[in-house]
């Protein structure tokens, strides 16, 4: 049969993470040896594919290094004068589109090329130091020793080594899964050995089940770490917002726009600035300045009258009776003549208007002293009050 480029792709996209795969499709490549040159330029063309998966670019190297080596020990040295052809110029190429990952995993090939004397070391040696200074493409870890002298703290290290595993299984679990969809698929409940068939299969998902389990426990271990880590983080940012708070009023403690002078002015010299009011308490100090001094002027006032409350201040006269009242405290006197003698009464009548007189004068002082209109009405009140009680 001749060898067809296509046929050799579809194999290819078809590899599988497994011994029997990559030995089945090994196996047919080798008898096609004639067309070895086509082989390689193929498979150069196919790994060297910008959309390929890293996982179908590793399982293709893997490929030819089943090839090469089985070619080698069964004396078929086509695959080896074909493939060094291309090599030095396609490894670097896979190599710069791996993870570090893998590329730590194509160096491993290269290694056993050079134990197993695959190829020659010279050559060998060309491929490795093409590969030195190439960057991992999309690289997810970095190098802690790379030139610097860098220290992981403690309590990142085991978030580091969780990280790792996850790394070992990240390409183990698609594989695994694939390999079981595959053996499940191909089961045939008619064949005679379709019990032994299911037990293989029950194996491989056996295996696929515990990769999974370990990854997860792995994947929660390493939550559980980077909550704390997360908590840890968040405490010391609030005690640098501490810290900048703390700065930042200091400095305005000390701002020399907000710092008197020795003078009692402020450095910006605003010394002009009068106190605002709302709209109605503007007059509220004289208010109480004068309900202060209506309060003062009413107790004097009240103080006069209580004054005059121990002197004698009413003459009233009714019907040719004559009534003297006088306070002194609580002492009422009371004096009643119904007939008074004829010698006495031109002297009585000037005592009275005498009395009269004085009586006014000292009324009409009292009002110019105090003129608040509530001292008249308590005055005018209480002589009604007495009026009444005499009527009485």
């Not at 040159?37 to 590793?58: G, V």
């Not at 068939?197 to 990769?211: G, M, P, S």
């Amino acid at each position: 049969m001749s060898f067809s480029s296509d046929q050799f792709i579809s194999k290819l996209k078809q590899l599988q993470d497994t011994q029997e795969s990559i030995s089945s499709s090994s196996k047919w490549l080798l008898s096609q040896y004639r067309d070895s040159d086509s082989i390689a330029t193929t498979w150069q063309r196919y790994i060297t594919q910008r959309d390929l998966s890293d996982r179908n670019r590793l399982l293709a190297v893997y490929l030819v290094n089943h090839v090469v080596q089985q070619g080698k020990s069964q004396g078929i040295k086509q695959f080896q004068e074909s493939f060094s052809k291309i090599l030095l110029q396609t490894l670097p190429i896979v190599y710069s589109q791996f993870p570090s990952d893998l590329q730590g995993k194509l160096k491993r090939v290269i290694n056993i090329w050079k134990q197993r004397k695959v190829f020659d070391k010279s050559y060998l040696g060309q491929i490795e130091s093409k590969l030195k200074d190439i960057v991992p493409k999309n690289s997810d870890t970095i190098s802690i020793n790379s030139g610097k002298n860098l220290s992981i703290p403690p309590n990142v290290q085991p978030i580091i080594e969780l990280y790792q595993k996850l790394k070992k299984n990240k390409h183990n679990i698609p594989a695994l899964k694939s390999r079981f969809d595959n053996a499940i698929n191909d089961l045939d409940p008619n064949s005679i050995v379709y019990e032994g068939n299911f037990n293989t299969v029950t194996k491989i998902a056996k295996v696929t089940q515990d990769t999974i389990k370990e990854s997860m426990g792995n994947r929660e271990e390493l939550i559980k770490y980077l909550h704390s880590l997360l908590s840890e983080e968040e405490k010391k940012l609030e005690q640098n917002r501490v810290l900048l708070n703390e700065i930042e009023f200091a400095l305005e403690s000390k701002d020399p726009k907000r710092i008197k002078n020795n003078d009692g002015s402020l450095e910006n010299g605003n010394n002009d600035v009068l106190p605002t009011y709302g709209k109605n308490d503007s007059d509220s100090d004289s208010d109480s300045d004068n309900n202060s001094d209506n309060d003062n002027n009413s107790d004097r006032n009240n103080g006069t009258y209580k004054k005059k409350q121990n002197e004698e201040f009413n003459v009233i006269n009714n019907n040719d009776t004559q009534i003297d009242i006088t306070i002194e405290g609580s002492k009422r006197v009371l004096e009643e003549g119904s007939s008074i003698s004829d010698s006495d009464e031109p002297s009585k009548k000037k005592n009275k208007a005498s009395d009269e007189d004085n009586e006014k004068e000292y009324i009409i002082e009292e009002v110019q002293e105090d003129d608040q209109e509530t001292t008249e009405n308590t005055i005018t009140s209480n002589i009604q009050d007495l009026l009444s009680r005499l009527a009485n």
